[in-house]
C-alpha cells in the first residue's frame, strides 16, 4: 500500500504542480497575445486531445501490459518486443497527423475560425507549427502509459515537472525578451517537447532487462492485445469526441474572443481532473494486480476506498468553483473583465467536469478487467446524441447553452454507465458505491461551503485576501466531507496514530 500512497503523492505533486504552471502563467499569455491568441491555444489543446484518438488504444494498452508484466503475467522479450512495435506503430502515426495538421492549416484559418484581430497569415503560421507540436507530443503517450505501468509515478512527475516549469516559465522568457507572437510561442512548445519525448524514451528502455535476442516488430506481440487496443481506440475516439464536442462548435459558431472565453472556463473547470486523475492513474496497476490473481476482496476494498478519496478532495473543489466563480477567476487573473465573462461559464462547467470526474474509476474497473465494450456503447450513445443537440443550442442560446448541454450529458452518461456497469461488476456493491462513497461526503461539503456564503466577509477586496478565504472555505468543506467518509476517515486516524508516535 506504501508504492499506491507514494504514486498518489507523486502524482499529485507532479500533476497539481504541471497545472499551477498553466495557471499561473495564462493571464500572463493573454496579457502577451491577447485573447484572440489565447483563442488559438484553447483550439491547439483541443485539437492534441482529440489527435490522441489515434494513439489507438496504444497508452492504455502498454499501461495494463506493463502492469501485468510486473505481475509476472508477461515475459520480458513479449513485453520488449511489444514496446518496439508500438513504437514503430507510433512514428508513423505521429508523422501523419503532423503533414494532415499542416494540410488543413489554411482551411482552418480561412473558412473555420472567426478571427478579427489576428491576420489570416499568423492564424495559418500557428497551425502550421501546431502541427510539429502535435507530433511530437503524441509520441508522450506510450512512454508516459509505460511509466505507469511499471508504478514509475514518482520518477515520471519529478521529472515532468521540471520540463513543465520550462514550458510554461520558458514560454513568457520567449514572449519577453525573444517576441511577443503567438508562432514564437508554439515553437517554444516545439523545443520542450522533444526534450520529453527523448528523456522518456531513454527512461522506458532503462528499465527493462536487457535481452540476447534483437528487437523485432512482432506480430505475434500485437495479436495478443488487438482486441483490448480496438476498443480502447473505440473509446478513446468517442470519449475525445464527447469531451470536447463543445468546444470545437462553439469555435465554429462563436467569435474567436468568445471561443477564448469559453476555453479559459474549460481549462479552469479541468482543475478538477488534476485531482481526481493522480488518484486513479495511482490504483490503476494496482487494479490489474488484485485481478490478475484474482483478490477480489481487496479490490472491493480498495474501489470504495479510492472513491471516497476522490469525493473527499474533488466535491468541496466543485463546490468552490460554483458558488464562487467569478471570484476564483479574478483572484486567478485579478481582471473583472475575465471574471465577468468566463465566471458564469466556469461555474456550469465545473458541474460537468466532476460529474465526468466521477465516471473515472468505474471505467478503470471495467478497462483493468480488459472489459471495453459497455465503455464504447455508452459514448457513442452519448455523441450520437450530443453534437446535433449542442449544434442546434449554440445559435439560440450561446455558450451558456453549450455549457449546460455538456452537463446533462454527464449525467446521462454517469447514470449509464454505472448502471450497466454494477449488473456484471461490483454486483451488490451499487448503493454502497452511491449512497456512502459519493452521495453522504458530497453532502457535506455542499453544506460547508453554502453556509460560508452567509460568513463571507462584507467587504472582502484583494485577490490575496480571497486566497486566504477560499482555501480556509476548501479546508474545512474538506474537514466535512471526510467525516462523513467512514473509510476515508479510518486512514486518517490511522494515519495521525502512526504520526502521533514517532
Known amino acids: 500500500m506504501s508504492v499506491i500512497r507514494h504514486n498518489i503523492i507523486a502524482n499529485f505533486i507532479g500533476q497539481g504542480w504541471t497545472g499551477l504552471m498553466a495557471l499561473v502563467f495564462l493571464p500572463v499569455y493573454i496579457n502577451y497575445l491577447g485573447i484572440e491568441a489565447y483563442g488559438l491555444i484553447g483550439l491547439f489543446t483541443v485539437l492534441q486531445t482529440l489527435l490522441m484518438l489515434l494513439d489507438a488504444g496504444m497508452t492504455p494498452t502498454l499501461n495494463r501490459e506493463m502492469a501485468r508484466y510486473k505481475s509476472g503475467a508477461v515475459d520480458t522479450q513479449s513485453i520488449r518486443d511489444l514496446l518496439y512495435s508500438l513504437e514503430v506503430i507510433c512514428l508513423c502515426v505521429a508523422v501523419t497527423v503532423g503533414l494532415v495538421v499542416w494540410g488543413l492549416s489554411g482551411y482552418i484559418a480561412n473558412h473555420w475560425l472567426n478571427a478579427d484581430k489576428l491576420s489570416i497569415e499568423v492564424v495559418y503560421q500557428s497551425f502550421a507549427i501546431m502541427a510539429f507540436v502535435i507530433a511530437l507530443r503524441f509520441g508522450e503517450g506510450i512512454y508516459r502509459g509505460s511509466l505507469f505501468g511499471l508504478e514509475k509515478q514518482v520518477w515520471y512527475n519529478a521529472v515532468y515537472s521540471l520540463l513543465a516549469t520550462l514550458r510554461y516559465g520558458g514560454a513568457v522568457v520567449i514572449l519577453e525578451w525573444v517576441s511577443n507572437s503567438i508562432e514564437a510561442f508554439f515553437l517554444w512548445q516545439a523545443v520542450i517537447s522533444i526534450l520529453i519525448v527523448t528523456l522518456l524514451s531513454m527512461k522506458v528502455h532503462s528499465l527493462l532487462p536487457k535481452m540476447a535476442a534483437a528487437l523485432k516488430f512482432s506480430y505475434k506481440a500485437l495479436s495478443g492485445i488487438w482486441k483490448f487496443a480496438a476498443g480502447m481506440m473505440g473509446i478513446t475516439f468517442f470519449t475525445m469526441i464527447f469531451l470536447q464536442a463543445d468546444k470545437i462548435l462553439v469555435s465554429k459558431f462563436s467569435p474567436l474572443e468568445g471561443f477564448g472565453y469559453y476555453s479559459l472556463a474549460a481549462t479552469a473547470a479541468a482543475i478538477l481532473f488534476m485531482i481526481v486523475v493522480p488518484v486513479t492513474q495511482a490504483i490503476y496497476p494496482k487494479m490489474v494486480g488484485y485481478i490478475t490473481i484474482n483478490n477480489e476482496r481487496r479490490l472491493f476494498s480498495i474501489y470504495h476506498k479510492t472513491t471516497q478519496l476522490v469525493i473527499v478532495l474533488i466535491s468541496p473543489a466543485m463546490m468552490l468553483l460554483y458558488f464562487y466563480a467569478n471570484d476564483v477567476i479574478y483572484m486567478w487573473s485579478g481582471s473583472a473583465e475575465l471574471a465577468n465573462n468566463v465566471g ?159
Do not use: C
Not at 363 to 373: K, M, N, R, V, Y
Not at 426 to 442: A, C, K, T, Y
Not at 483 to 490: C, E, S, Y
Open 344 to 502: 458564469p461559464l466556469l461555474s456550469i462547467l465545473a458541474i460537468g467536469v466532476f460529474l465526468n470526474s466521477l465516471s473515472h474509476l468505474p471505467h478503470q474497473l471495467q478497462i483493468a478487467h480488459g472489459w471495453t465494450g459497455l465503455i464504447l456503447k455508452t459514448n457513442i450513445i452519448i455523441v450520437i446524441v450530443l453534437v446535433p443537440v449542442i449544434t442546434l443550442i449554440i445559435p439560440e442560446y450561446g455558450l451558456v447553452g453549450a455549457a449546460w448541454t455538456w452537463v446533462i450529458a454527464n449525467a446521462v452518461y454517469l447514470t449509464m454507465l454505472t448502471y450497466f456497469m454494477h449488473r456484471r461488476l461490483m454486483v451488490g456493491e451499487r448503493l454502497q458505491w452511491f449512497l456512502i462513497d459519493i452521495f453522504l461526503p458530497s453532502v457535506a461539503s455542499l453544506i460547508v461551503i453554502f453556509l460560508s456564503t452567509y460568513v463571507q466577509p462584507s467587504e472582502l477586496d484583494g485577490r490575496i485576501n480571497w486566497f486566504a478565504f477560499l482555501s480556509f472555505v476548501y479546508v474545512f468543506s474538506v474537514a466535512g466531507s471526510t467525516l462523513l467518509a467512514p473509510l476515508v476517515r479510518q486512514e486518517v486516524k490511522v494515519y495521525l496514530r502512526y504520526a502521533s508516535n514517532l
